[in-house]
């Protein structure tokens, strides 16, 4: 397995090479995943190792936001020329992790991080914004609020744009009224109500 003997110590190469592929641990992946390709291995490890990156960072296992997305862009520049089943499995698995996500609050992974992930591979992300309107949980509602508090994302990528579009029209009122309607946490409803205050004003 090539790698940057100036960014990658050779015990860290022994360690990802002798643990068997399922025992691997999110710490140990965590390194790889941020170098994968760039200065640790090259595409055919990255196929190799995908499939428990991702298991591990589906629950929240790699403690770095930045991972996601940075290794989610990584794939998206190679994947789309792989076998077809290779790519089936891993829109499968966007669409998992996305619908996990919204449907447990607080979530392992951040929403926007997870956003900007899928984003990160090329894929649309208009479907998975509509999936967060058809929801109609309180989790998915007070994960919309959270994002609407946050900064959205920088312009530039097409899903940003998307994104961004998406924040400033009427979906996401009708979303968070809605929940307010439904839900009978007083905690949920506060955010819910936080987030609604945001948005309201632009329907």
Not at 76 to 86: K, V
Not at 123 to 151: K, Q
Request: proline fraction near 8%; aromatic fraction near 8%; charged fraction near 20%.
């Amino acid at each position: 397995m090539a790698y940057c003997f100036h960014c990658v110590a050779p015990a860290e190469v022994a360690a990802l090479l002798d643990t068997p592929l399922r025992a691997l641990t999110g710490e140990q992946l965590r390194r790889f995943a941020g170098k994968a390709v760039s200065t640790w291995g090259d595409v055919t490890d990255l196929r190799h190792f995908l499939p428990r990156v991702l298991e591990v960072l589906a629950v929240g296992g790699i403690d770095d936001p930045v991972v996601p997305t940075k290794l989610l862009g990584i794939v998206g520049a190679h994947w789309r020329t792989w076998p077809r089943d290779e790519q089936q499995a891993i829109e499968t698995y966007l669409d998992a992790w996305w619908r996990h996500i919204l449907a447990g609050f607080p979530a392992p992974v951040e929403v926007g991080e997870v956003l900007a992930a899928i984003g990160a591979t090329g894929v649309d992300v208009g479907p998975f914004l509509a999936a967060w309107v058809a929801d109609g949980g309180t989790s998915a509602a007070r994960h919309l609020a959270n994002h609407l508090a946050t900064a959205p994302p920088e312009p530039g990528p097409a899903w940003a744009a998307t994104v961004r579009a998406w924040r400033t029209g009427p979906e996401p009122a009708r979303v968070l009224e809605a929940a307010l309607l439904v839900t009978d946490d007083p905690t949920a409803a506060e955010e819910i109500s936080a987030g609604y205050e945001i948005v309201a004003p632009l329907r």
